[in-house]
């Protein structure tokens, strides 16, 4: 049963990202506007988190401060962040999940120390091995979940197989859809292409989670087709992928733009179409669509892009408030504890061709 929102309280590290304190403090404003029904808690220093707040108001029944002097920097690697981020404003948003006084945690910082300070507090759900950082993608039939997008450059079938359940009950979080369609990311559609890792997965998919709508393989292309809704490959793969695909929309409304202004003509015409060049702008905008979920953690921990601006900032918050009123995670654990029952094991590819060689 979905949770009423505006008992939801949602822990945003204010000091993690490129753009400061303001940028988040704008965001929080933002979404609110927009009809954020949460209450925040803005955790960092207390001076930078005031005096942002002197440039931006924010509603004092709906926001509280929780002051936490260090800082993690985005060039800090995971080990020091666990040995020296205890007073920090990440270790302190992650905490009050860990506390039950929130229900989720934003947050624009360092990936690395993040996951791994998340995973330290807040541990993983019995049975996923890795926590995976997923993405929204913008598709023809609206969105599509692909996981993993940066968190795990090497992973096992298992990991795979984890990451697409987890996948699932995301997508269906999001849109209410009840058998989401999986594929794993392939260079190509038929079950002989492939590395041995992705072939083994797929095995290990068909067999030990019969209830998911799995559709096999999928290629690159298929991410935005609207064919598929959740997309599982591993973070190496994945986070290129997300790059690759930021990138090339930036390219394309550089493109639109510098076609439309390039004469008068074409600014007129530009004038007139007004209304749908701005909805098209919108859905090519990376920011509407930002915020990465860790999913596979004992907690909602929504991953903000580090040089979020205050409109990503605010699409992160509003997809943090959409999970922590669903019960997404107890749906990964009931389902990951199931698969286990259910799992056989399955010979590696070397072994079917020494089996086959035999048998002949």
Do not use: Y
């Amino acid at each position: 049963m979905a949770l009423d929102r505006s008992t939801l309280t949602l822990a945003v590290d204010v000091m993690g990202g490129d753009n400061g304190p303001q940028a988040v403090i704008d965001g929080c404003r933002l979404a609110l506007d927009d009809g954020l029904q949460s209450k925040l808690v803005l955790v960092g220093q207390e001076s930078a988190i005031a005096e942002a707040r002197s440039r931006t108001s924010l509603p004092d029944d709906r926001v509280s401060v929780i002051h936490a002097e260090g800082v993690v920097a985005m060039d800090d690697k995971p080990a020091k962040a666990l040995r020296r981020a205890k007073d920090s404003s990440m270790w302190a948003a992650i905490d009050q999940v860990k506390e039950g006084a929130a229900n989720g945690i934003v947050s624009c910082g360092n990936t690395g120390a993040l996951m791994a300070i998340a995973r330290m507090r807040l541990k993983m759900i019995e049975g996923v091995d890795r926590p995976a950082a997923s993405a929204l993608w913008p598709s023809m039939s609206g969105k599509a979940v692909v996981l993993d997008v940066g968190a795990n450059v090497d992973v096992t079938a298992d990991q795979l197989v984890q990451f697409a359940i987890m996948g699932e009950a995301f997508f269906r979080a999001m849109t209410e859809k009840e058998k989401p369609r999986v594929g794993l990311l392939n260079i190509g559609e038929e079950d002989l292409k492939g590395n041995a890792l992705i072939k083994h997965a797929a095995k290990v998919l068909r067999e030990a989670d019969p209830e998911m709508d799995f559709i096999g393989f999928v290629e690159g292309n298929d991410i935005s087709s609207g064919e598929v809704d959740v997309v599982v490959t591993d973070g190496f793969t994945g986070n290129i992928a997300l790059k690759t695909a930021e990138g090339t929309a930036r390219l394309l409304g550089g493109w639109v733009k510098e076609a439309l202004t390039a004469n008068l003509m074409s600014k007129m015409g530009a004038a007139l179409m007004m209304p749908s060049l701005k909805k098209l702008k919108d859905r090519m905008d990376p920011a509407s669509v930002n915020g990465a979920p860790l999913l596979g953690l004992n907690g909602l921990v929504v991953k903000s892009h580090g040089g979020s601006e205050p409109e990503g900032i605010a699409s992160a918050l509003e997809l943090a408030e959409e999970l922590a009123a669903h019960p997404f995670l107890d749906q990964i654990k009931e389902t990951i504890a199931d698969v286990a029952d259910r799992a056989v094991e399955l010979p590696t590819d070397d072994e079917e061709t020494a089996s086959a060689a035999a048998a002949e």
